[in-house]
């Protein structure tokens, strides 16, 4: 089992920033990819940012590639999420997810269906 707590979410206006934090406890060294996904009311859940525990391999939603960076802190098993220059179609739950199997393939990064554990969600509000 693999408990993950979100933190750091909150209402920022257009153009802030905020720094999400998914703190991971249990059997964490079988999580092999860890990632951030958000879904707005009324929508899919949708991939945000990867990143893998072991190596450098980030993934990056074609909308957010630029303005969010994943980062791992693998002492602390904790992932963050930096998110700059935000926008009000950045509004959304975020949620904090892991993968146990191991894989090679981008798909399962970046596919909600494709991860083990997930987080209760943090609310991130964009204002104009």
């Known amino acids: 089992q693999v408990q993950l707590v979100e933190s750091g979410g909150g209402l920022v206006q257009a153009g802030g920033s905020l720094r999400l934090s998914c703190a991971a406890s249990?059997?964490?060294?079988?999580?092999?990819?860890m990632g951030w996904f958000r879904q707005a009311p009324g929508k899919e859940r949708e991939f945000v940012a990867g990143?893998?525990?072991?190596?450098?391999?980030?993934y990056y939603a074609d909308s957010e590639k630029g303005r969010f960076t994943i980062s791992r802190d693998n002492p602390k098993n904790t992932v963050y999420l930096q998110m700059n220059r935000l926008k009000p179609e950045d509004t959304a739950v975020y949620y904090c997810?892991?993968?146990?199997?191991?894989?090679?393939?981008?798909?399962?990064?970046?596919?909600?269906?494709?991860?083990?554990?997930w987080g209760q969600g943090t609310q991130v509000t964009v204002s104009s």
């Open positions: 990143i893998r525990w072991s190596g450098s391999n980030t």
């Open positions: 997810a892991a993968r146990t199997r191991p894989t090679t393939q981008s798909m399962d990064v970046t596919t909600a269906g494709r991860y083990d554990y």
């Open positions: 249990g059997r964490t060294f079988s999580s092999h990819v």
